[in-house]
């Protein structure tokens, strides 16, 4: 399978990365661009998107950018730093690259930015190579 075909199988089964409205801008081997609307639910009590979202916004880059040659990985370990806050109607762009990779682990390096390329968060995740195909899962 090609990494679209890889991510495209696991957008059809994430239910959560749908509800946020992601949408695959690009993708190839170890390396993904994704785009998500940010919606009323998504803000908190400060009228600002809850780091949450944010958060699961990254988690799911790391997945698309993590599983695309096919081999299933999992998150081992994730950093996030909040450089900005999004508002309601903003749209953020998630840019994930591979930094550093050995037979088990690998770490990605992920931007989020809104509609103005300003960065809203940094987020670094480590992920754990299962040995198994995503398609098997």
């Known amino acids: ?26 993708i190839k081997e170890n390396y993904c661009l994704l785009e998500m609307p940010v919606k009323k639910e998504m803000i908190n009590g400060l009228k600002t998107v809850h780091g949450g979202a ?14 695309n ?12 730093s909040f450089t ?10 998630a840019e994930s690259i591979l930094v550093n990779e050995t037979r088990k682990t690998a770490v990605y390096d ?13 987020f670094i995740g480590t992920v754990y190579k299962l040995g198994k195909k995503v398609t098997e899962l």
């Open 1 to 26: 399978m090609t990494p679209r075909e890889v991510a495209d199988h696991m957008l059809s089964q994430d239910a959560f990365s749908q509800w946020m409205g992601i949408k695959i801008i690009d």
């Open 84 to 93: 900005t806050a999004g508002r309601e109607g903003d749209v953020f762009r």
């Open 54 to 67: 944010t958060f699961a916004f990254a988690d799911s880059a790391l997945a698309f950018s993590g599983n």
């Open 110 to 122: 992920i931007s989020i930015t809104n509609q103005n390329q300003k960065l809203v968060a940094k």
């Open 69 to 80: 040659s096919g081999d299933a990985a999992v998150a081992l370990n994730c950093t996030i």
